[in-house]
């Protein structure tokens, strides 16, 4: 089953950036473009999209990641490894298209971050593997537009075999809703950790994320934390 990608650009500061991002799509024969909480002013009217203007009159305009990442199965934020502390998978740029055969197939975002700060970790968190540009030590990271288009050739270069995994994989809002439903299952049973509630829920994401579970165990496990959370609450004090 063939791939879908998206490119979401996350808080993007530079319109020409945003054209140039546009343009490397159409070089190499993507069209999907969501960018987040642009800067303005008019990203959409950028110099830079030579012959790529339809793909920035197209582009899906997204108040937060989160909606940007709607529909995908599969998300990888693009960050430089410095200073970083990640638990998500980590896949240099040339081995991108091996590693994908053996992730589920269906819509796949590829996340870039902010010219200036790149992602947040809260950002990266919400994506399931990190995609990382090997560079030198001395320049580890890559302007935004030049990391776009060495995702976008690469992508082309190497022909990306059959999935190995069916497309029935869960979508990003639908892993949420899971999430949000076993948040709200701890709170019920007031337990104690040393976590925050942010941290809480990111050590839940993480672990759905590494689980790869299917549509039908995340309704299960949802099903389960659902009916006991209500059991709880309907508990008499």
Request: proline share 6%; charged share 20%.
């Amino acid at each position: 089953m063939k791939r879908d990608f998206v490119i979401v650009l996350v808080r993007p500061r530079d319109p020409n950036n945003i054209g140039a991002t546009a343009r490397a799509m159409a070089n190499f024969g993507l069209s999907q473009l969501r960018v987040v909480d642009p800067y303005e002013p008019t990203w959409q009217s950028a110099v830079s999209a030579v012959g790529a203007h339809d793909i920035l009159q197209n582009a899906q305009l997204c108040a937060t990641l989160p909606e940007a990442l709607d529909g995908c199965t599969l998300s990888l934020a693009a960050t430089a490894l410095k200073n970083r502390k990640l638990d998500q998978d980590i896949v240099a740029l040339p081995r991108l298209p091996l590693w994908l055969t053996g992730q589920n197939a269906g819509q796949t975002a590829l996340v870039f971050g902010n010219e200036k700060t790149g992602l947040s970790n809260a950002d990266i968190a919400l994506c399931q593997a990190v995609l990382h540009i090997p560079t030198t030590a001395k320049q580890p990271s890559v302007n935004l537009a030049q990391a776009v288009i060495l995702t976008c050739y690469e992508l082309a270069r190497t022909p990306i075999p059959p999935a190995g995994k069916t497309a029935d994989g869960p979508t990003f809002a639908e892993q949420e809703r899971v999430l949000a439903e076993l948040d709200a299952l701890l709170q019920a049973v007031q337990i104690k950790t040393d976590y925050s509630a942010e941290q809480r829920k990111a050590l839940l994401r993480g672990l759905l994320h590494k689980s790869h579970l299917s549509k039908n165990d995340l309704f299960f496990i949802k099903t389960v934390a659902q009916h006991a959370r209500q059991k709880i609450e309907e508990r008499p004090l």
